[in-house]
């Protein structure tokens, strides 16, 4: 499947802002996070989370699409885990009758994958059936809302759904992942959150002790000093960066499937977190006809992963190393010997841009 720009780029993190200030502002109280032993969450700057809205809309979206990407937008054999779930579940629900015709509009209109952040708007799956269910029903008509609020949330939802086509998938899409949730969805996540406590416990330790406490000037420096780190079932490397008018962000990354590979949500986080740095690196050394022909896009997603190892290589080179295995494998590239090196080879970007992210890299970690 084709990938747009937008979404590699990471050019929807400037994007999302005007839709979700019509909801995250003046949203119900916050979504919970996740509860551990002895953790006071008001206290944290970067706290870590657990949405089952999040993860159910993006499963919707895991389930429809196709992906050729170095980096796919979805953890990999996330289609047959599921299905195989559903399987012995004995479950069939709409998503099932309804998922060719979404497929098929989603590969007609590629733009349509950008709406898998709308979810990062609401604070629970009920008000983002809500505020879909009033923007379908009034056909998009920002004249038919019934309140200046829902006329500016319609106005942004028809950025994301401008066609009649695009209604009725949103439409289709949500109504499908209603029954999703109630005849599969909902009783498989909670199990799953069961089964990965012991994994919560080890990410949380190992982020709000010893991660954290070394990225937080990095992140703070860049523009990023607090915000949410959502664990997701659905994804895996390439990780979902969101930040509202408030500049807080909401960065999903995927939940790790053991204990032992804890470390896989902070590779992911910074992946995600060196994009405001890698971003105006992109843009400075890639020319217009690079832009055009979407060599930028392909570039820009390269500068994101390498970005991240040397976030990472900053703190130590153990765990630039680690990071750069972690991102190895997700590409199904194997190797001998070292692994930046064959890091190097498979995500390559012109050397003045790499030189020019480690330098505001090492501009953010001085706190300059």
């Known amino acids: 499947m084709i990938v747009t720009a937008l979404l590699r780029s990471r050019s929807l993190r400037r994007a999302l802002p005007a839709v979700l200030a019509l909801f995250v502002l003046a949203a119900a109280p916050r979504p919970s996070a996740a509860q551990l032993p002895g953790s006071s969450v008001r206290s944290l700057k970067w706290p870590i989370r657990t949405r089952e809205h999040v993860d159910l809309w993006l499963h919707g979206f895991a389930m429809i699409s196709r992906d050729s990407s170095a980096i796919p937008m979805f953890r990999g054999g996330y289609q047959g885990t599921l299905t195989m ?3 012995k579940a004995n479950a069939v629900t709409d998503l099932d009758v309804n ?3 979404l497929a098929k509009r989603l590969r007609e209109n590629p733009a349509l994958i950008n709406a898998q952040f709308l979810v990062f708007s609401f604070p629970n799956w009920d008000e983002l059936v809500a505020a879909i269910d009033a923007f379908v029903k009034a056909d998009g008509d920002p004249k ?34 209603q029954n999703e949730k109630d005849v599969f969805f909902h ?5 799953e959150m069961r089964r990965r406590e012991a994994t919560l416990a080890a990410v949380d330790s190992i982020w709000q002790h010893e991660m954290l406490p070394r990225l937080q000037g990095f992140l703070t420096h860049s523009g990023q000093p607090e915000g949410d780190l959502i664990l997701s079932l659905a994804i895996e490397g390439e990780g979902r960066t969101v930040t ?30 060196v994009g405001p740095l890698a971003a105006p ?44 295995r972690f991102y190895l494998g997700i590409a199904g590239i194997t190797f001998d010997g070292d692994p930046m090196i064959a890091f190097g080879k ?3 970007i012109p050397l ?11 501009i953010s970690f001085g706190g300059i």
């Open 85 to 87: 779930a559903r399987t």
């Open 99 to 101: 998922r060719d015709a």
């Open 144 to 177: 038919r809302a019934k309140s200046r609020q829902d006329a500016a949330a319609f106005a942004a939802l028809g950025r994301l759904f401008p066609t009649q086509a695009d209604r009725d998938f949103v439409r289709t899409l949500t109504n499908s992942l």
């Open 187 to 191: 009783a498989w996540w909670v199990e």
């Open 244 to 273: 509202d008018s408030r500049e807080r962000a909401q960065v999903a990354v995927g939940f790790p499937d053991s204990p032992a590979h804890a470390m896989d949500a902070v590779y992911t986080f910074a992946h995600e977190a």
């Open 281 to 324: 690196a992109v843009d400075d050394n890639t020319t217009p006809a690079e832009k055009r022909s979407g060599l930028a896009t392909t570039i820009g997603s390269n500068a994101l992963v390498r970005g991240g190892a040397l976030v990472l290589a900053h703190l130590s080179p153990a765990l630039a190393a680690g990071y750069a």
């Open 346 to 348: 498979a995500f390559p």
């Open 352 to 362: 003045p841009m790499l030189d020019s992210i480690n330098r505001q890299i090492a």
